[in-house]
C-alpha cells in the first residue's frame, strides 16, 4: 500500500526536518519545500495528499499559495492545514475563509499535528459512486463532485463532506458537535468558529442568495439543517 504523503513547507528548515521525522515516524511519506515557489511547483507535480503550510514564507504569503490552490480544479481536493505564529481568532478566521480546512498556531506540538493530519485523512473517505440531490444541488460520491443548476463548483475537502451529510440527512437537524465530527474529524479540537467559517463559505458557493439560503438553514441555538427542497 503507498504511503500517503504530506508537503510540509515552512523556510524554517529546523522546524521542517523535525516535522518530517514525526510524519515518517507516524508512516507518512514526507515532501518538503522551504519557499512558495518551490511549493507551488511541487504539488502541482507531486499532488500530495496533505499540505502543511506555514503562511509567512520568504517569497509568498501563505494566504497566496491557499488561493491558489483552491482555483485550481486539479489541486482543490487537497485539505490544508495552516502552521502561523499569529494567534488571534481574526488571522484563523481568515485563514478558514479563505480555504484551509485546519490551523495550528505556533510554538505547536509536532505530536498535535500529527494528530491532526491523521483526522484530516481519515475524514476524506473513498466513496463507491452514488448521486444525492436536494432541489437543484446534486452531489457524486464516487467523482466528488458538486453542481449546482448543471454547474460545476469546487469545493475543499472539508466543504464537500459537510455537504455530504447535510445531503444525507436531508431535513435533520445536526447538533454543531455533529457536523464538526462529519466534517473535520472526531479528534478536531479547535475554535468553534471553524463551523461557521466552512458553513459561510458553504454557502456562498451553493446557495442562490447565501444572505437568505434556500439549502443550508441556521437552526438557533443547535446547528444546521438541510431544507428538503423538491
Known sequence: MLKQRILIVDDDKEVVRLMRAYLERAGYGALVAYDGRTAV??????????LLLDLMLPDQDGLDITRLVRG????????IIMLSARVEDTDKIVGLEMGADDYVTKPYNPREVVARVRARLRAQPVYLPQLLQVGDLTLDLGRREVQVNGRTIDLTPTEFNLLRALMEQAGYVYTRSELIEKGLGADYDGIDRTLDSHIRNLRQKVEPD????????TVYGIGYRMEEVR
Open 41 to 50: 511547483a511541487t504539488l502541482r507535480h507531486e499532488k500530495p495528499d496533505l
Open 210 to 217: 447565501p444572505k437568505n439560503p434556500t439549502y443550508i438553514h
Open 72 to 79: 485550481d480544479a486539479t489541486l482543490a481536493h487537497i485539505p
